[in-house]
Nanobody, 122 residues
Framework: VQLQASGGGSVQAGGSLRLSCAVS????????MGWFRQAPGKEREFISA????????SYADSVKGRFTISRDNAANTVYLQMNNLKPEDTAVYYC????????????????WGPGTQVTVSS
């Protein structure tokens, strides 16, 4: 199983980035997907999750209204569109997959990608 996130980079505050996570080695359409992030010196935190069909989504309060999660089951890919980025969004972003439904809790996610760095400057 491989999860490979891409699309990270450096951007100024107010800018946008779109993260992608390509998944292989599992039946993508049967897995809930999530995005998490870890800032320097902080614990990893939940950002967003999406159910198998893409019909249900969840967001952390800190990103609600700015970030949008989506998935393309034909392409085995989950996306995170990030708009109006803030310096506090600076972190390593991880995508993760779960067979245990979908949701905010890290323990539900059995597969993780290596992460992609997002840096937002003021």
């Amino acid at each position: 199983v491989q999860l490979q996130a891409s699309g990270g980079g450096s951007v100024q505050a107010g800018g946008s980035l779109r993260l992608s996570c390509a998944v292989s080695g599992l039946t993508f359409s049967t897995y809930g997907m999530g995005w998490f992030r870890q800032a320097p010196g902080k614990e990893r935190e939940f950002i967003s999750a999406i159910n198998l069909s893409g019909g249900a989504r969840s967001y952390a309060d800190s990103v609600k209204g700015r970030f949008t999660i989506s998935r393309d089951n034909a392409a085995n890919t989950v996306y995170l569109q990030m708009n109006n980025l803030k310096p506090e969004d600076t972190a390593v972003y991880y995508c993760a997959a779960t067979r245990a439904g979908w949701g905010t809790a890290e323990y539900r996610y059995g597969y993780w990608g290596p992460g992609t760095q997002v840096t937002v400057s003021s």
